[in-house]
């Protein structure tokens, strides 16, 4: 390494520090305030929900979370919880939000039953062709990490993703739903169920 390229990366490490601290310092009082007088009590400190019905937003892309809670504040996805928190809420407020919680690591949980999981991993990657259903890994990753606007979907809380897919199956969740509920309104009960459990302690 030469003397100059040398001094371009003591550079540049320097003004990478500066930049992440000056992000976490940046965070607007507001924002920290939101997060642990209301956000946390839910979604916990660091979106790491330990209520299984509430979803983790830790490691959650951050896109994604902003048209949620749009969803949410204009009630076009009904949440009798999320509907009032958006209230009150700027548009600038919900972009800092998502930042913040997209930031976080998510951690999945550890899973007992592997035979369960497999078949819920077989189910993930492969759909059921003869019944016309995609493989999740089609649209969400073969990592579960969705992309810009498609959730990530691995280290979720199980319970929370069957509730939501059977949302999707009914209807019931009727923001963006064309694709999901062309996938779960053809699978079972225990389909459901498998994937989740798979899907949860996916890492
Ligand atoms: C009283 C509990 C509660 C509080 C407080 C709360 N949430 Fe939620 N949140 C929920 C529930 C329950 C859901 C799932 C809604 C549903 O049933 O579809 C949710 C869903 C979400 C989602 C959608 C996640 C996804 O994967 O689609 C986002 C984003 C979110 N909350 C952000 C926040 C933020 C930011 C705050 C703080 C300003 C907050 N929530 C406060 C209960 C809460
Ligand atoms: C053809 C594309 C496609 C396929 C295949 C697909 N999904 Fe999705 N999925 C989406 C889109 C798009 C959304 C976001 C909908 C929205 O914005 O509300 C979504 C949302 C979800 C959500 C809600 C996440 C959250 O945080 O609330 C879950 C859970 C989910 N998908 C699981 C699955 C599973 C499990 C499978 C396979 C059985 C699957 N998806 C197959 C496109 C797809």
């Known amino acids: 390494m030469n003397l100059a390229s040398g001094w371009t990366l003591a550079i540049l490490a320097i003004a ?12 607007p009082k507001r924002i920290t305030e939101l997060i642990s007088t209301r956000c946390s009590t839910c ?14 937003l830790a490691g959650q892309n951050a896109d994604y979370l902003v048209r949620q ?20 809420l700027s548009g600038n407020d919900i972009e800092e939000l998502a930042l913040y919680f997209s930031r976080q ?7 007992q039953d592997t035979a369960l999981s497999e ?21 969400h990753g073969d990592k579960g990490l969705g992309g810009k ?14 509730i939501q897919m059977r949302r999707f ?8 739903q064309m694709l ?13 169920w498998f994937v989740s459990y798979f899907l949860s302690g996916y890492d």
């Not at 999901?180 to 459901?192: F, G, L, Q, Y």
């Open 119 to 139: 078949t819920g991993r077989n189910f993930y990657m492969r759909g059921s062709p003869e019944r016309g259903i995609s493989a999740c890994a089609v649209c």
């Open 69 to 88: 809670m749009f969803n949410f504040k204009t009630r076009a996805r009904s949440s009798k919880d999320m509907e009032k928190e958006m209230d009150g």
């Open 169 to 176: 199956a009914e209807q019931s969740r009727a923001t963006d």
């Open 105 to 111: 690591k998510l951690v999945p949980v550890a899973r």
């Open 16 to 27: 990478a520090a500066c930049s992440a601290s000056a992000a976490a310092a940046t965070q």
């Open 149 to 162: 606007l498609l959730p990530r979907v691995a280290g979720q809380h199980a319970r929370y993703i069957a």
């Open 180 to 192: 999901m509920h062309s996938v779960t309104s053809k699978m079972t009960e225990d389909e459901i």
């Open 43 to 56: 979604h916990g400190p660091t979106g790491q929900s330990s209520n299984a019905e509430f979803p983790k």
